[in-house]
């Protein structure tokens, strides 16, 4: 089975031994890194600045630099943002003074004045409000706590009207409040569930092309060049079979949106055919709003939910499958779960096993490989595992894909996909890629997340994340694919 494109998550210790074997003490390879740092903190910024409408041109910027390298990152981040902003101001607060900066951080802070000249400035303290306030105190090297001023720094620029709060690698003393953490070069694990750090966006350096990365570590983050493959040419002799066939079950007259929704989203993934089976009452205003997709109509209950007579139905065509969705508006009506529990014990395609159908007996029910795609509530719901021939999506701020021993984190998306009928589009989406790939369920899932958290991205810094809907996000698929073209 195939990996997907990831990168080690790193502890303290480690990163600093991948630290001393990339630099081995040299100053000018240290300053290099540096340098990619800040550059990479700035432009990533303006990027997120997006969903705010836009950095302002006018903007002001509070740094807050310790003695090291977190310090020296922010310092040239903020310079790279001034030089593209020239009514822009930045203030510094040195937490421990200018005299106690490291040699990079004290170089960092030089070209920084020479390069703005009044534009920057020295202050004791933070005062109205900013644009933007990047926080370089502390590094990974920290050990808690922070000393009694410092926290009271802190504690002081919490408080401050800020529009968007960047901590550097992780938040300082995980007491600054950051709306998005950049790791610079590799993930800590302390950001993972450091509540402070906001959202976190990893920034590889490229310390993993010279440095070869652990295959073996348990804990990873997925890469946009997952989706590389997806962007490519296509074959020129391949027609809609070459691309794989999904059928997907689900929807009732009490939820009759979530299957549409994984039916739009199939019909983006790049699948050659899609077919739904459904509530037989629903298939006029869906073929009518989704006329690409075959459409199955499919006996009701008395209450309008997929009946066991239909089972039929779909064992009849299962042979033109190359993967299979459930669960996605089924509803928990016993007579449906039963159904649900028949299909996936004897499918001989592999699953994406999703919402309702998402109930202890039903996923582990079968030999067929299988996709999970619970959110919190439906996790815990399940219980533990292990789950047979299963690869776990656990959906959320950060979304876990659980194979075997190892874990996948995806950093893309953020709030945006907090809204009903996300979740829906995601399986739909992994059904698609799974359909192409049916071998490779684990790589269908991480393409699946990564995509949908990519295009989440762009989606929100279009429209912002408030007044938007879910299903504006499948016009988004297509940049993010594009994008993922010139990923690292």
Same mark, same amino acid.
């Given at each position: 089975m195939k990996t997907p494109p990831s990168h080690p998550? %790193?502890?303290? #210790?480690?990163?600093?031994?991948?630290? =001393?074997?990339?630099? $081995?003490?040299?100053? =000018?390879l240290e300053w290099s890194a540096m340098q990619r740092a800040g550059r990479a903190i700035a432009a990533a910024v303006l990027r997120d600045f997006q969903e705010l409408g836009g950095f302002p041109a006018a903007g002001r910027i509070l740094v807050l630099a310790g003695k090291g390298h977190n310090g020296g990152d922010a310092l040239i981040a903020a310079q790279a943002i001034l030089a593209q902003f020239p009514a822009a101001r930045a203030e510094v607060i040195f &937490? +421990?003074?200018? !005299? /106690?900066?490291?040699? *990079? /951080? $004290?170089r &960092?802070? !030089? #070209?920084? @004045?020479?390069?703005a000249g009044d534009r920057v400035a020295s202050v004791r303290e933070a005062r109205g409000s900013y644009g933007l306030c990047l926080d370089g105190i502390f590094g990974f090297q920290f050990r808690p706590p922070a000393d009694p001023?410092? /926290?009271?720094?802190?504690? $002081? @620029?919490? /408080? *401050?009207?800020?529009?968007l709060r960047a901590a550097v690698d992780l938040p300082s003393a995980d007491l600054f409040q $950051? #709306?998005?953490t950049y790791a610079t070069g590799c993930v800590k694990t302390s950001v993972l569930d450091s509540r402070p750090a906001g959202r976190v966006r990893y920034l590889d350096l490229g310390f993993f092309e010279v440095e070869r990365a652990d295959p073996n570590a348990l804990s990873r983050v997925l890469l946009p060049s997952v989706l590389a493959p997806l962007a490519a040419l296509r074959d020129p002799h391949a027609d809609k079979r070459t691309f794989g066939h999904v059928f997907l079950v689900g929807g009732s007259r009490s939820y009759p949106g979530a299957i549409l929704l994984s039916t739009l989203a199939a019909l983006r993934s790049g699948a050659g055919l899609v077919t739904t089976c459904v509530p037989e009452s629903l298939v006029p205003a869906f073929a009518a709003r989704a006329p690409e997709a075959m459409w199955i109509g499919w006996p009701e209950t008395p209450d309008g939910h997929l009946a066991l007579e239909g089972e039929h139905l779909l064992r009849a065509r299962l042979d033109r499958a190359t993967a299979l969705v459930i669960g996605p508006g089924l509803g928990r009506e016993p007579e449906t779960l039963a159904l649900a529990r028949s299909l996936v014990a004897s499918s001989p395609v592999p699953l994406v096993i999703d919402a309702d159908a998402l109930q202890p007996d039903i996923v582990r029910a079968g030999d067929a490989a299988r996709v999970l795609t619970p959110h919190a509530g439906e996790f815990a719901r399940l219980g533990r595992g292990p789950w047979p021939n299963g690869t %776990?999506?656990?959906?959320?701020? @950060?979304? !876990?894909? &659980?194979?075997?021993?190892?874990?996948?984190h995806?950093? +893309?998306?953020?709030? @945006?996909?907090?809204r009903g009928g996300s979740g829906d589009l995601l399986a739909g989406l992994i059904g698609g890629l799974l359909a192409q790939t049916p071998a490779e369920p684990l790589l269908a899932a991480a393409r699946g997340v990564v995509w949908h958290g990519l295009a989440a991205d762009h989606l929100a810094r279009a429209h912002g994340q408030a007044a938007v809907s879910v299903t504006q996000l499948l016009d988004f698929l297509s940049p993010a694919l594009k994008e993922s073209a010139h990923a690292p």
């Open positions: 998550i %790193l502890s303290s #210790d480690e990163t600093r031994s991948l630290e =001393a074997k990339l630099f $081995a003490g040299d100053e =000018a &937490a +421990f003074g200018s !005299r /106690a900066l490291r040699p *990079l /951080a $004290a &960092a802070w !030089r #070209d920084l @004045v020479h390069a001023r410092t /926290a009271a720094l802190i504690k $002081a @620029v919490n /408080a *401050l009207p800020i529009r $950051a #709306d998005l %776990l999506v656990q959906k959320g701020p @950060v979304t !876990r894909i &659980a194979h075997g021993a190892t874990t996948y995806s950093f +893309f998306g953020g709030p @945006v996909l907090a």
